[in-house]
C-alpha cells in the first residue's frame, strides 16, 4: 500500500533505513512531521545536515566533536587525568563512562573492533591513531602510565583487546581490563552506570 504523495512515500522510505525504524514507526513518524509547523520540519532538517557538516572526529582521541572543538573538551579539560587512556568501541561508550561520572581519565574511541570473519582487520579501525598517542610523546603533555581496555566481551572485543595489549608491551605501559561485571556477549551501551563504574574499579592487569 503506498501514499498518493511521492514526498510522503520518500521520508518514509528514509526513516525505513535507520536503525530500529520499521516502516509502520516510519509512517508514524512522517505523520506527525505532516502535522508539525514548517518551522519544527526545518529545524530537524538542519540538525540532520549539521551532523554531517559540524561533526568530525577529535584529532587525538577519535572521539566525535565540533570542528570547532578539535582537540575536544576531555582531551583539553583540566581537571581530567591524562597519565590514563580508557580504550572503547564507540562514542556511545564514552557517553555511558561519564554518565557514571568516576572516570576523569581520557579516551580513545575505536570505531569498531577487529572482526576477522566480517573482514575487519585492525587498519580498518582507528588503532593506528592510538598508538601514535605513544610515538609522539609531546602530545602528551604527562606520559601515559595505563591503558585500560573497555570493549565489550564478544569474541570481537577480546580479538581486539589482545591484539592491542600486545602492541603495547613495546611501549611499558601498564594495560589493564575492566572487570567482569559484564554478562559476556553483552554490549557496554547496555549496562547500567554503577555496574559500569564497578567494572572500571576492579580493572586488572592484562
Ligand atoms: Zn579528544
Given at each position: 500500500m503506498r501514499y498518493t504523495s511521492a514526498a510522503i512515500e520518500t521520508l518514509i522510505e528514509e526513516f525505513s533505513?535507520?536503525?530500529?525504524?520499521?516502516r509502520k514507526t516510519a509512517q508514524r513518524l512522517t505523520m506527525y512531521i505532516l502535522q508539525q509547523p514548517p518551522s519544527s520540519a526545518g529545524r530537524l532538517a538542519g540538525a540532520l545536515i549539521d551532523i554531517k557538516e559540524k561533526v568530525i572526529r577529535c584529532s587525538?582521541?577519535?572521539?566525535v566533536t565540533d570542528?570547532?572543538?578539535?582537540?575536544c573538551y576531555i582531551c583539553c579539560g583540566t581537571g581530567r587525568d591524562r597519565s590514563i587512556i580508557c580504550v572503547v568501541e564507540s562514542p556511545v561508550d564514552v557517553l555511558a563512562f561519564e554518565k557514571t561520572g568516576h572516570y576523569k581519565g581520557q579516551y580513545h574511541v575505536l570505531h569498531g573492533l577487529i572482526s576477522p570473519l566480517d573482514g575487519i582487520g585492525p587498519d580498518d579501525i582507528r588503532l593506528r591513531e592510538l598508538l601514535i598517542r605513544f610515538d609522539n610523546?609531546?602530545?602528551?603533555?604527562i606520559p601515559v602510565k595505563e591503558v585500560v581496555l573497555a570493549l565489550s566481551p564478544t569474541v570481537e572485543g577480546e580479538t581486539t583487546s589482545l591484539y592491542i595489549s600486545r602492541q603495547l608491551k613495546p611501549y611499558g605501559i601498564v594495560v589493564t581490563k575492566i572487570a567482569r561485571g559484564i554478562p559476556v556477549g553483552a554490549e557496554l551501551e547496555f549496562i547500567d552506570e554503577a555496574t559500569l563504574s564497578r567494572a572500571m574499579e576492579g580493572r586488572f592487569a592484562v
Open positions: 533505513k535507520l536503525p530500529g525504524i520499521g587525538v582521541c577519535q572521539n570542528r570547532d572543538a578539535d582537540p610523546p609531546h602530545h602528551e603533555d
